[in-house]
């Protein structure tokens, strides 16, 4: 036998020798620790309440007042919105002001070039100076004109008078006239009778004519007014600020000097920005919520803080598109932080109820889409799905099912908790803080 086979089997030996020790050692157990073990205490059992018993903290539902309110977002707008037009063809002569700039009633803005407009006021004058003229007269008179007065008709009316005298001394010398002058005089008195109502009807005539003349020297006038675009005069009042003047913002402007606008092209925007309109559109479900009065919480990306609305239009008609009706409230803003455009989000406060169950934020349990607390009932839970409603960053309404002022609910230590756990008051119950 070789030295390689010897030590091969020698190996193969001392294995199945340490296999068949540590069997039997397993077997029969550590002799040399056989009494240590049998000296040891028997491991100690807790009761039910000590080994299954879970720690949790828990608060009672605080019946408070709380606002009910219609989540909805929409446009600021200006209070009026204004696109100023031209009202006569010209030339940007002057930009009297630009965007941003806030302009009290009346204000000029553009002035258009005044030349061709003042050579028709020119114009129109010499036509009615023409007028007047025919008639006799320098200046139209403040009062109505008596047609017998004027010189025409003067004169139409003196030769009539003569030629009705020379027929009546005809018609007295009997005999001594013959037909022949007769019919002279008389065909004279009918001619003069004839001029005298031409004159009449002239002289009325001139007077239409002057006083269409007078139109066109108005008119004239007025174009040569219109080439100064002004800021329009408002008639009504701010709501709410009836002692604050209005004053215009320039939105946009749409001309620049040396530019060529017609009558009717928008030459600016202004926007009344002190009080702001926000148009929302509000389901039809909510038609009978909805009251003139009502007030709103307004929020817009530029402030953390919310701004204050009034609900002051109520549109009549619900859009068959999209079943939603419009609503319109005011908004404050002499200070001008708001601006027209902006999107915002408004809280309508549609009424107060004043017993409203509520419980702290920690004590939903939320899971699989199911909201739920845990309702602490001797000492056991009941799981409970509920229905959230209004909540603050302290605490949130119990809208379904109704619970009872006395109810305690499971704030901490409910993540370990399943219908009927037992459990363990860690704490006396707390209360929360003091309604507001």
């Known amino acids: 036998m070789s030295l390689k086979r010897l030590f091969s089997w020698f190996g193969m030996a001392s294995i199945t020798l340490l296999v068949f020790v540590g069997g039997y050692w397993l077997i029969a157990g550590n002799p040399f620790h056989q009494r240590e073990r049998e000296a040891l205490p028997p491991w100690p059992t807790s009761s039910v309440e ?76 010499k036509a009615l100076e023409v007028e007047l003229a025919r008639l006799g007269l320098k200046a139209v008179p403040d009062k109505e004109i008596d047609i017998q007065q004027l010189p025409a008709v003067v004169q139409a009316s003196v030769r009539l008078e003569n030629s009705r005298l020379r027929l009546d001394r005809v018609r007295k010398a009997g005999g001594a006239a013959s037909p022949e002058d007769i019919s002279e005089r008389l065909t004279e008195t009918r001619l003069a009778e004839s001029e005298l109502e031409n004159q009449i009807i002239l002289a009325k005539t001139s007077l239409v004519s002057i006083q269409l003349k007078q139109e066109a020297l108005a008119l004239a006038k007025q174009q040569l007014i219109d080439t100064i675009i002004r800021v329009p005069s408002p008639s009504q009042k701010l709501p709410g600020h009836q002692s604050s003047p209005i004053t215009y913002t320039i939105s946009h402007r ?6 060529f606008v017609r009558t009717g092209s928008e030459v600016a925007r202004l926007v009344i920005d002190q009080v ?152 006396p119950a707390s209360t929360l803080p003091t309604p507001r």
């Open 254 to 259: 749409s001309v620049a000097e040396g530019s």
């Open 276 to 427: 702001l309109k926000l148009r929302v559109q509000i389901p039809e479900r909510h038609t009978a919520d909805i009251q003139l009065g009502q007030k709103a919480s307004v929020l817009t990306a530029a402030y953390p803080e919310p701004f204050v609305g009034t609900v002051t239009r109520i549109f009549p008609v619900v859009d068959p598109v999209n079943r939603t009706f419009e609503v319109e409230m005011l908004i404050d803003n002499l200070d001008r932080r708001l601006k027209p455009g902006s999107f915002a989000k408004a809280s309508i406060i549609i009424r107060l109820d004043e017993q409203a169950p509520t419980v702290p934020l920690e004590a939903i349990s939320y899971f699989a889409g199911v909201n739920k607390i845990y309702v602490l009932q001797g000492q056991t839970v009941r799981s409970v799905p509920v229905s959230l409603g209004e909540q603050s960053t302290t605490w949130v309404e119990i809208r379904e099912p109704a619970l009872p002022k006395e109810t305690l609910v499971v704030v901490s230590g409910w993540s370990k908790l399943v219908d009927g756990s037992t459990v363990r008051v860690r704490e």
């Open 50 to 125: 000590q080994s299954d018993a879970a720690a949790v903290t828990v608060a009672p539902v605080v019946h408070r007042a709380v606002e009910r309110r219609i989540e909805v977002v929409g446009t600021l707008h200006g209070f009026e919105e204004v696109s100023l037009a031209a009202k006569v063809d010209g030339r940007v002569l002057k930009l009297l002001h630009d965007v941003a700039e806030q302009l009290p009633p009346g204000e000029p803005i553009i002035e258009l070039d005044p030349t061709d407009f003042l050579l028709s006021v020119r114009q129109a004058e």
